[in-house]
């Protein structure tokens, strides 16, 4: 395996740049071969804010058995009376896809301000004739105007929340209220680290089924808002424990105000706004909290070749189960109630909805289209394509234009990614009816199937008779993304396991980072202007969407690694039971192990670097860590403009201070998973 790891590191070496030289690919290899698996000593300061949370218990660890998709059909809802809805008979296409209206600001001393409410409404998911749905919705102020048409200014709350239009180099402000009043819908499982206004003792088992759970637990409903993907002071970024109930009566340990400042001076791309509250991020996002956030460049040379007004869509994919009174059916009984009265390893609907319908139809002319995908389910990855086998063009990821269009026939998008895709219709006839499908398995990637029925069909699209435009040609190059270069003598590169933490019956209690609690001590410090590598060992069996707050970063590579002997070696140095109760000594799939079983000694990986995939190859903020694979990215504690030649370690390149505030997050953006610990904080320093 010693060739794989130098034709890793030779490729690393090609990345970083011919200017540099052999001279460092030399270097680079003898650094990775020597690099050093001793303990790594946490850092001191551990995060503040924990007081009114509740943790949970070591387990432990064993090995793992596979999570499945719940058959909603077989689930008590928790209400009388109500059962559940069965997917097939929710007709296909009657909804019609409606566009989200866009937040209107106000202005003060030039700078755009918002207003962006939280509230309880009864909306339209399910087709005309069924019951309305009790959503938790953001909104205020909007135009419900379609593009090039006089305004339609209004208060209104929908789901999706209403798009924000932002431009690039303008920054703005969003005063965020909480509106929600009652108790939350859905159940909150106190034994996990949740808000706890009033410090209410924490349960203990049997627990009692939902409805009702613990009153202290569900009411008053805290939230707070994360712009995924945007580079955002730390204070503005919705820290988990920055959340706040009604009238801000409750307040968690780092809140320290609900207007946001987003200062938009990265690239333009589609973001997204969703809540983020400790423990309840799966619940407040499945209830509705969650819209499109879009940044335009005035100067986007590619911009003025793309579909535009009428013919741009943002597309948002989530997917939920219902009951028959209009209800969503989430989850009310854990796979393990002992442990998690009300918490799932995934939470996976039976019916598909994109922007808040179920299995909309859209009507297009014969003109190409841009679809601004965002993943916003809480555990579902989608693999999409046309019925008629048609390609389509990417343009976009999460952080930016892809550096070249790719043209594909299926596109996975897993949780939190964005796809920006071009179809174009003009070839197609009059009528022709064209329908986006899903075949990603569930969990992804060696999960049940998808039923082609129910959870393989995302939406129709019905090509009227119309003028026939052809889309305009694409250069070969939409935008230089820079080569980013290893900081040295800063201990890259950082070593992560992703690890299945479960209960002595096998049953999956939860996925952990690094072997550690999300309130174990901070270990990610890493100094601005300086670029670290980070290493995904993942030895769970699912693939899991790992986002990182306050950058975009870059996909490296990834590599199959021998995972039954690296985590026999990981054991062998931190035990096994998780979470650790000591830092974690970590390990490098790359560093040479004796080997009992071959006599020899040699290193984990047992197959070639996978460059990242062309719609991967551009500005990440999620990138996919597939299991038995260890996954490679660099994360340069810079915004995306910043000429690598510009970056000095210790010196702020940001518009605002990133070390100031609560700090930051990373984390699995399976929700369940967030929500059940999968996260780790990081706090970036100065000199
Ligand atoms: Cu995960």
Known sequence: MKNSLLMRRLRSAWKAGLAVGLCLAVTVVLVGATRATGPVAANAGAHSGMQGMTSSAARPMHDSKHMHMRNWMLEPTGIVGVTPLDPTKIPKFVNQLTRPPVFVPTFQNGKARYTVTAAAVQLQLLPPNFPRTLVYAYGGTVNFALPGEPSVIRTAFTFPGPTFEATRGRDIFVNYRNNLTGSHQFPVDPTLMVPNPTNAPMPEPPFKPFPPGYAAFQRPIAIVTHLHGGVTPSASDGFPFSWFTANQQFRGPTFTGSTFHYFNAQLATTLWYHDHTIGMTRLNNAAGLQGTYIIRDPNDPIASLLPRGKFEMPLMLTDRAFNSDG?????????????????????????????????????????????????????????????????????????????????????????????????????????????????????????????????????????????????????????????????????????????????DAGEPVAVLLDGQHFDAD??????????????????????HPIHIHLVEFQLEDRQDIDVERFKAYWESLN??????????????VETAVFDPATGTTHDFLTGPSEPPSPRESGWKDTFVAPPGKVTRILLRIAPQYTKESDLVPGFNPFPFDSTAGPGYVWHCHILDHEDNDMMRPMKTTPP
Do not use: C
């Open 327 to 503: 209800s969503i059916h989430f989850t009310q009984v854990g796979d393990n109630p002992d442990i998690r009265p009300y918490w799932d390893p995934e939470y996976f609907g039976d019916t598909i909805l994109v922007n808040g319908k179920v299995w909309p139809t859209m009507k297009v002319e014969r003109h190409q289209y841009r679809f601004r995908i965002i993943n916003a389910s809480n555990a579902r990855f989608y693999n999409l394509k046309l019925s008629n086998g048609m390609s389509f063009i990417q343009i976009g990821a999460d952080g930016s234009y892809l550096p070249a269009p790719a043209t594909l026939t299926e596109a996975l998008v897993a949780p939190a990614e964005r796809s920006d895709i071009l179809i174009d219709f003009s070839r197609l006839p009059a009528g022709a009816k064209v329908i986006l499908q899903n075949t990603a398995n569930q969990p992804f990637p060696g999960g049940d199937p998808i039923d082609p029925n129910t959870t393989g069909v995302v939406m129709r699209f019905e090509v009227e008779n119309s003028q026939i435009v052809h889309p305009r040609p694409l250069p070969s190059t939409l935008i230089t993304v820079p080569t980013l270069i290893e900081t040295e003598g800063i201990g890259n590169p950082k070593l992560f396991t992703l690890n299945e933490q479960e209960s």
């Open 522 to 543: 901070i270990t990610e410090l890493p100094r601005v202007g300086t670029t670290e590598a980070w290493y995904f060992q993942n030895l769970s069996e699912d693939a």
């Open 575 to 588: 035990g096994t039971t998780l979470p650790l109760d000591h830092p974690t000594i970590r390990a490098n």
